[in-house]
């Protein structure tokens, strides 16, 4: 018989019952929109009819736990100091001038449309109640304006930008209807609220079927406009926020993206989010998992943000470009959702299934290059290059930034060693061949730790002049060398430019002839692009034998054989067709070229010199290998324009339109 239950049942049942009680109070607490309000308060009323021992009841309580613990309406102060955040960017990194300015302007923009002060229209035809209106509204810090009738709003319309309309219903010769129906039709973002004494349901309806965002029956109280203008302003701020564009930081690795997003959230005094995405393949990760389990979470976009506690972070997509996708879904597929500006507002996580909005998260991507990051997603970015660094800016930024730290990270403060600007030199030339500053951080590091155990094997204490000598002796036999400097000129091999995911960087092209029966042989590694120039630059070459004094019969009973070292490396790309085709002619006339000349465009049959893309990292990769002449397509002169004055001053560079334009001064 149920009638005596023991006592275990008895303290399960009153536990139950607090703990659902506690958690009715946790969610009166969260202030949550109203309508996840009442679908929480519904989840509350299923858990109350559900056995405490079931998995149902378990996912229900950790559903409605992480409900609670959102920050629905938290969010952090943003400092909207310009001249600070300039000041922070400025001292925490060195150079990138243009990607400093471009992120300032985004910061201005957001700033002033922050910060500005929202206009309010006041149409009422009764002075008393208008004029009452007009001291509420001014005193919340808006600037209004009234209008007697729905003729003198919409001649005002007309002249000024309002953000928000107060209106009767009820006036002469243009009513609220009317007023409604032409702020719609200016602007469809003007809020418009309502204001009547004759309020009827088919009157409310008709007035929320032409958009208006409330409807306010007389008399009122003085909170509930005060509170309505809120809701409203709160939504035109989620619509502004969300029309931002995001940002994208595409260059080489340690080129300074994920510290440039730091800077960007310090400067605004936001919190800062990163999560990696590389090799990410599963959906969920983005949109998080159906509650049908146990151990069922939310995607990392919610994580974050719950765990920070702010609904206005500095979001950063690490390592965009390498996301990938298999059976479980398509991550790249679910970011459309989150970084597109209409549909932000209304996100929807798979584990949460209510709308959260992500309207207020300012986010940011990074990526080496954006050939893998599909056309639809790399629409929804405003991609900013950071090219890399040049040997005077690495320089510049050991001694600013690199050395201070690597002294502190090997305990040297009290006995701070000199390091000479001749051995930091040797560390960038003879150590490091990079777009960035990653592996040049490792090798400063590495000296200071090796002088850090010299010290402390020496008897006398003291700060020690680290010079190029003691660089060698510390960190061995040098790794890479001036190869264009060093090299000799010969016959069929010229210097071309290339463009990595790491950077620039410089490819010899090596061409030979044997005999045969005028085949052409392809090796290197060479992607379908790469060979087809190789093809285009013999055919070009073959229709023009004439005027290269070549035999036309030459290539009957010979076999041309074009080879680019690093054949472990696949390459591809249009743009060594003109260095293709110099090694041809190089060759065919027996005329060495010049090895301290580099080369990059794409050929046309016809001899025509097309433009090519990485141009500024293809001019640093050869300035750091010690070319003194580069030839470019003409047609990429505007690039020329944004390359820092230490390379223009030395490196020499002729653009050309024609093939014609460069043999004889490319080949000896």
């Known amino acids: ?95 990138l001038s243009e990607i400093k300015d471009r992120i300032l302007e985004h910061l201005a923009v957001r700033i002033l449309k922050s910060s500005r002060k929202y206009s309010i229209l006041v149409v009422e035809d009764e002075q008393i109640a208008r004029t009452n209106l007009e001291h509420v509204i001014s005193k919340e810090g808006y600037d209004v304006m009234t209008a007697k009738d729905g003729l003198e709003a919409t001649q005002l319309l ?77 939504k035109k701020k989620g619509q502004i926020e969300s029309k931002g564009p995001v940002l994208c930081f595409v260059g080489p690795p340690g080129t300074g993206k994920t510290s440039l997003g730091m800077s960007i959230a310090k400067s605004l005094e936001k919190e800062f989010i990163r999560i990696s995405l590389a090799g990410v393949k599963d959906e969920a990760e983005i949109r998080g998992h159906r509650r049908s389990y146990v151990g069922a979470l939310p995607g990392r976009i919610v994580q974050e943000i719950r765990r920070v506690g702010s609904i206005n972070p500095v979001f950063m997509l690490d390592e965009i470009d390498k996301i990938g996708q298999d059976f479980k879904g398509d991550p790249a597929s679910a970011l459309l959702e989150v970084l597109d500006s209409e549909q932000q507002a209304n996100f929807v996580d798979h584990y949460l299934d209510v709308p959260f909005s992500l309207s207020n ?35 510049q930024i050991a001694f600013d930034y690199l050395i201070p730290k690597a002294i502190n990270n090997a305990g040297l403060d009290k006995f701070p060693p000199i390091i000479t600007k001749e051995a930091v030199r040797v560390i960038i030339d003879e150590y490091t061949r990079e777009a960035g500053l990653r592996n040049f951080q490792r090798q400063i590091d590495s000296v200071f730790r090796k002088t850090a155990r010299e010290l402390l094997s020496s008897e006398e204490k003291k700060s020690v002049e680290i010079t190029p000598e003691m660089v060698r002796k510390q960190l061995g036999a040098k790794k890479y060398y001036f190869e264009i400097a060093e090299a000799k000129e010969r016959i069929g091999v010229t210097t071309g430019l290339a463009w990595t995911e790491t950077g620039g960087q410089i490819i010899f092209i090596e061409a030979t002839i044997m005999k045969g029966r005028g085949e052409l042989i392809l090796t290197g590694s060479l992607g379908n692009v790469m060979k087809e120039s190789a093809q285009a630059a013999l055919s070009y070459i073959r229709s023009h034998t004439e005027k290269y004094h070549i035999d036309e019969n030459f290539f009957e009973n010979n076999d041309l054989h074009i080879h680019v070292p690093a054949g472990a490396i696949p390459k591809d790309g249009p743009s060594a067709g003109l260095t293709i085709a110099v090694a041809l002619i190089s060759l065919l006339t027996k005329r060495p070229c010049k090895r301290d000349v580099a080369l990059t465009g794409e050929l046309t049959l016809s001899g025509r010199i097309l433009p090519v893309g990485g141009v500024k990292e293809k001019i640093l990769a050869a300035h750091r290998a010690g070319v003194k002449t580069i030839v470019f397509p003409a047609k990429n002169d505007s690039d020329f324009n944004d390359l820092p004055p230490e390379i223009k001053n030395n490196v020499n560079i002729i653009p050309i339109n024609e093939l014609d334009d460069i043999v004889d001064r490319v080949i000896g």
């Open 158 to 234: 007309n002249q000024h930008h309002f953000d928000i309309i107060l209106t009767d219903l009820k006036m002469d010769k243009i009513d609220g209807m009317g007023v409604l129906e032409t702020a719609k039709k200016k602007d469809p973002d003007i809020e418009v609220i309502m204001i009547t004494g004759y309020a009827t349901v088919t009157t409310a309806v008709s007035a929320m079927k032409k958009g208006s965002f409330h409807f306010i029956t007389k008399p009122f109280k003085v909170e509930e406009i005060r509170s309505v203008i809120k809701q409203a302003l709160d």
């Open 1 to 95: 018989m149920a009638i005596f239950k023991r006592k275990e049942e008895l303290e399960e049942g009153y536990s139950n019952e607090t703990e659902l009680n506690d958690l009715k109070e946790s969610v009166e607490k969260a202030k949550m929109p109203p309508h996840i309000e009442s679908i929480a308060q519904k989840e509350i009323e299923k858990l109350n009819k559900s056995n405490p021992s079931t998995a149902e009841y378990t996912i229900g309580m950790n559903y409605i736990d992480y409900l609670v613990s959102l920050p629905w309406n938290k969010m952090t102060t943003d400092n909207l100091d310009i001249k600070r955040a300039e000041s922070i960017l400025h001292k925490e990194h060195y150079g």
């Open 361 to 395: 998260v300012m986010f940011i991507a990074t990526a080496n290059t954006t050939d893998p990051i599909p056309p639809a997603l790399l629409d929804r970015f405003e991609v900013l290059p950071l090219s890399g660094y040049t040997q005077e800016e690495k320089e």
